[in-house]
């Protein structure tokens, strides 16, 4: 069955009758899940049979925000908790090997916990690379300051979500850790010259350019674009993502309905497929922009559509796998980290 280029939320734990009208409609490519969406996990996993059933396709794409830390959309009682990025970074700063072992191990348990619920797709990893004086919105998210570093975490952190057959979204390319302003709320500009970004901010996502899907920062760059945000821009998209970087997966927006955005939403849809994103996400669950972003979404089709389907082939069966042994040796681990930074 066709479908729409574009990814939505829902507005709670279970579909009204007018959500389930609209998947019916519009077709939408996959859906992404947030904590209002959360209950307890019998109740996960029927949200997303229903999601599925409505759009009647068995494998749609069920996304979800699960990094550990601040951004953790699944969480106690009923889900563990898991550590920020910046963990994993400490650790590869006392041994390289225990940096990477913890975050395949923790991207591996993660992973275990979303395919128990049906969930085939985590937003995950980051590979912004912050700087002194940056907005705090990545903060301790990131794996650390040096790009190297930085992709050789994330990288293990894909291997274990891979493992665990859940797909990853490489985010936010090409680079959110120069922002000086929390996207959802206004738009950052970053000023710095072109040459020392490809050494840096661009250079964590450049080893990782073979990832299936990865999500845009709404950031402005003005040594390449001063108008647009990488998002909404075609130079960004063009020139620097799939140029300088050399990522040819599935792009997605991050949120649209963000309001680092400027325009309706109906206006910022339209901006980002000009601009050569491939899918669109909207993710509050609000009906009425939900039917705006439809209204100005294609079907899937083309290069955007050979992009998608060679994503979700990527996916692999979960291998075996001892979720008591390896949540003992991650914690083992965390416990290391913090012994060194105390």
Known sequence: MSTRAFITGVSGTELTAAERDFIRAERPWGFIL???????????????????????????????????GRVQRL??????????????????????????????????????????????????PLADVPVAGADAVIGNRAYGTEPAKVAAIARAVTDGLEQGGVLPVLK???????ATA???????????????????????????????????AHVVFSAFDPAHPATTSATM??????????????????????????????????SIFAAGCDIVLHCNGNIEEMHEVAGQ???????ALERANRALATRKAPQPFDRTVARAELDALIAQANTASA
């Not at 680092?260 to 339209?270: P, S, V, W």
């Not at 979404?297 to 290069?303: C, H, M, Y």
Request: a negative charge; one cysteine or more; hydrophobic letters at 40%.
């Open 34 to 68: 947030f904590k209002r969406n959360i209950g307890t996990p019998v109740q996960v996993a029927s949200l997303v049979q229903e999601l599925r059933g409505v759009a009647g396709a068995a494998d749609a794409p069920v996304l979800i925000d699960q990094e550990g």
């Open 75 to 124: 969480g106690p009682p009923h889900w563990p908790v898991y550590p920020p990025g910046a963990v994993f970074g400490k650790l590869y700063d006392i041994d390289s090997a225990l940096g990477l072992t913890a975050a395949r191990l923790s991207a591996r348990l993660i992973a275990a916990d979303l395919a128990d619920l049906g969930i085939t797709v985590d937003c995950l």
């Open 172 to 178: 936010h390319i090409p680079g959110h850790g120069r």
């Open 182 to 216: 929390d996207t959802h709320f206004r738009l950052p500009t970053v000023d710095t010259p072109g040459d020392e970004l490809e050494r840096t901010d661009f250079a964590a996502f450049k080893p990782l350019a073979d990832l299936p899907m990865a999500m845009t």
């Open 237 to 270: 998209v063009q020139q620097v993502i799939r140029g300088v970087i050399g990522f040819q997966g599935l792009l997605m927006s991050d949120d649209v309905s963000m309001n680092a955005l400027a325009g309706t939403i109906t206006e910022r849809t339209r």
């Open 297 to 303: 979404t294609p079907e899937l089709s083309g290069k």
